[in-house]
């Protein structure tokens, strides 16, 4: 299975700013996801990201608080703008193989303060 | 809404005993059920999954229990030990396997 490589894996930020994290796989990968993890709580999808396409977002997300890039077929960046402290959570990239394999990196915990 | 619904929501087991987490759903269209461990500061880890053409599928220790007809699949731990302590997710997928849709997540402590 792919291998991801997720940074940074954590990150304290202030209120009102934005933060990019990266998502890098050791495999090229045609769907790229993106979650979210509140504390205690269980993985809510973000964004789909597919490269060459803009990415579908989840109800209750949109683009312009979350816009993600998907330059190439191994990398994806989850932006989270203008943040404010219900924005701390963990953030998940996840991808998945053509035989409903998913692999999920080990996650960006935030915390905005 | 939720589509998978897993309970319980904790669960602490002895050393040696049987964990069993259980998880439903509503959704027809979903055709892969698989089964995911969440160890602190991790991402989640595939642990067993299952297809509904099949009633049961066992990996080592651990036992997927499949019900079609009910809509329900049970993960089962045999002989539970502590490193077993984990979060447990279930999950479920369309078809197409483009979307994940998770279970609410059980945190499982195994004591000694």
């Known amino acids: 299975s792919a291998v991801i490589s997720q940074k940074p894996s954590r990150d304290i930020c202030q209120r009102g700013t934005s933060l990019t994290i990266q998502c890098q796989v050791d495999?090229?990968?045609?769907?790229m996801f993106w979650y979210r993890q509140q504390p205690g709580q269980s993985l809510t999808l973000i964004a789909t990201?597919?490269?060459?396409?803009?990415?579908?977002?989840e109800s209750g997300f949109v683009i312009d608080k979350f816009p993600i890039s998907r330059p190439n077929l191994t990398f994806s960046t989850l932006t989270v703008s203008n943040m404010s402290p219900e924005d701390s959570s963990i953030y998940l990239c996840?991808?998945?193989?053509?035989?409903?394999?998913?692999?999920f990196g080990s996650g960006t915990r935030l915390t905005v303060v | 809404q939720q589509q998978v619904k897993q309970s319980p929501q904790s669960l602490i087991v002895q050393k040696g005993g049987i964990s069993i987490i259980n998880c439903a759903y509503e959704?027809?269209?979903?055709?892969?059920f698989p089964w995911y461990q969440q160890f602190p500061g991790k991402g989640p880890a595939l642990l067993i999954a299952?297809?509904?053409?099949?009633s049961e599928k066992k990996e080592g220790r651990f036992t997927i229990s499949f019900n079609k007809s009910a809509k329900q699949f049970s993960l089962h731990i045999m002989d539970s030990q502590p490193g077993d302590s984990a979060t447990y997710f279930c999950?479920?997928?369309?078809?197409?396997?483009?979307?994940?849709?998770f279970g609410t997540g059980t945190q499982l402590k195994v004591e000694l």
């Open positions: 495999s090229q990968v045609t769907m």
């Open positions: 999950a479920a997928v369309t078809g197409g396997g483009n979307k994940l849709t």
């Open positions: 299952i297809r509904p053409d099949v």
């Open positions: 990201a597919n490269q060459g396409s803009e990415a579908t977002y």
């Open positions: 996840s991808v998945t193989d053509s035989n409903y394999g998913y692999t």
């Open positions: 959704n027809t269209a979903f055709d892969y």
